[in-house]
């Protein structure tokens, strides 16, 4: 059972910055890929931004250039750095893991991220 914690939501004006962090209880952090999803009112959970084991990344177009995915495997966490925000990416930020050994997947609990115009 993987444990995901995540921190660093808040409000913020748009165009500022927020730095979302997620610490996981595995100590085998290296063989998890992490990910991060956000939803929205009224709307489905959506994928944000992955990055593999091996720290291979892939995001969402609407977050490209804006935001940036990055893991410690020494502190087993994953980071999401989120620049120039606007009011269209506030939701609740789920940090998510896929265990590649077992196949099981793991969720936080959430983080609220606003963002005001």
């Known amino acids: 059972q993987v444990q ?3 921190s660093g939501g808040g409000l913020v004006q748009a165009g500022g910055s927020l730095r979302l962090s997620c610490a996981a209880s595995e100590t085998a952090f290296n063989v998890l890929n992490m990910g991060w999803y956000r939803q929205a009112p ?13 720290s291979g990344t ?7 250039g804006r935001f940036t995915i990055s893991r410690d495997n020494a502190k087993k966490t994953v980071y999401l750095q989120m620049n120039s925000l606007k009011p269209e990416d506030t939701g609740v930020y789920y940090c998510n893991a896929l265990n590649l ?5 793991y969720w936080g609990q959430g983080t609220q991220v606003t963002v005001s115009s």
């Open 58 to 64: 892939n995001y969402v177009d609407s977050v490209k």
């Open 4 to 6: 995901l914690v995540e």
């Open 101 to 105: 050994l077992s196949g099981y997947t």
């Open 42 to 54: 009224g709307n489905q959970r959506e994928l944000v931004a992955q990055i593999t084991s091996g």
